[in-house]
């Protein structure tokens, strides 16, 4: 797998300044656009829309200084309608518009080429089972927010505390599956996976009862769940553990991510510093010929 991903990257490197489809990255890895998109954000920590746009600019970066072709020029080489859109783009990244570079030779930032391996440290096992569930519903309370890398989400925290006591003890009530109890819920998630893009946060449980008054609900088709549980000090647990399965998980078994929601079940400790979590992440077998 890591291996067609390199070659993945071979391929970015060579089309910097043509079209480049994702559609294209998956075939040469071998599976599908989400699962791509997906696992190169968790190995690369950045979207790879953002990636391509900072090694183009890289690359663009050089050409400026070379000063063998036009600045029109090199913003059409590298996907940019105009030399304003690039002149934007050049000084959002390298904080020095192109004309200024070229006139006085600035300092330019750089985004080195990726490529991975795999680095087998062996200190801890990963506790997973995989189930088949049919379709299911969440109900409870939905807001739309912002995703947060690391550390609390703060506009997640509100909301919780937002819904009231009383609530969520009703809600408790009314779970009658697995994930059992109080639930939360990402969907919608932005294609990018960038930091500050939004989501659909659904703070809920599974069940079959009816949806009670003022309450939301997302239906959930039928399909395969992976099952991760960690321990540990909260809330690096929680987003270790996402970043885990995608880096370690996909790539030593038969399994791809598919489109649908992302279930975390949380038990905190009574002063919050420690959690036990259970992730469930929708998959799919990988088809023959995939690894």
Do not use: C
């Not at 979207?47 to 070379?66: H, I, M, N």
């Amino acid at each position: 797998m890591l291996e067609r991903l390199n070659q993945a990257m071979e391929h970015i490197e060579a089309n910097l300044d043509q079209g480049i489809e994702v559609a294209d990255l998956a075939r040469i890895a071998m599976t599908s656009e989400y699962h791509f998109r997906r696992l190169f954000s968790a190995l690369a920590g950045i979207p790879l829309s953002e990636y391509v746009r900072r090694r183009r600019l890289t690359v663009a970066g050089a050409e400026v200084l070379a000063g063998e072709r036009t600045l029109l020029e090199i913003a059409v080489r590298y996907g940019y309608s105009s030399g304003e859109a690039f002149a934007r783009a050049f000084r959002a990244m390298h904080g020095v518009g192109p004309g200024e570079v070229r006139r006085l030779g600035s300092s330019l930032q750089s985004q080195p080429r990726m490529s991975f391996r795999l680095i087998v440290e062996g200190s801890t096992s990963m506790r997973y089972r995989v189930v088949e569930k049919e379709e299911f519903r969440v109900v409870g309370r939905k807001a739309r927010v912002p995703l947060v890398h690391e550390g609390v989400n703060p506009a997640i925290a509100a909301f919780i505390r937002s819904i009231g006591q009383e609530t969520l003890q009703h809600l408790q009530s009314l779970s009658d599956q697995e994930p059992e109890g109080v639930v939360s819920v990402s969907d919608n998630l932005d294609e990018s996976r960038a930091e500050g893009t939004e989501l659909d946060y659904y703070h809920g449980v599974v069940t079959r009862a009816a949806v009670p008054e003022g309450m939301d609900e997302l239906t959930v088709p039928a399909g395969t769940w992976a099952v991760f549980e960690s321990s540990g000090p909260f809330p690096q647990t929680l987003q270790y553990l996402w970043r885990d399965v995608f880096t370690q998980w996909f790539p030593s078994n038969p399994y791809r991510s598919r489109p649908g929601p992302e279930i975390l079940r949380t038990r905190l400790s009574e002063d919050a510093a420690q959690a036990d979590a259970e992730l469930w992440i929708p998959v799919e077998r990988t088809p023959v010929g995939e690894s």
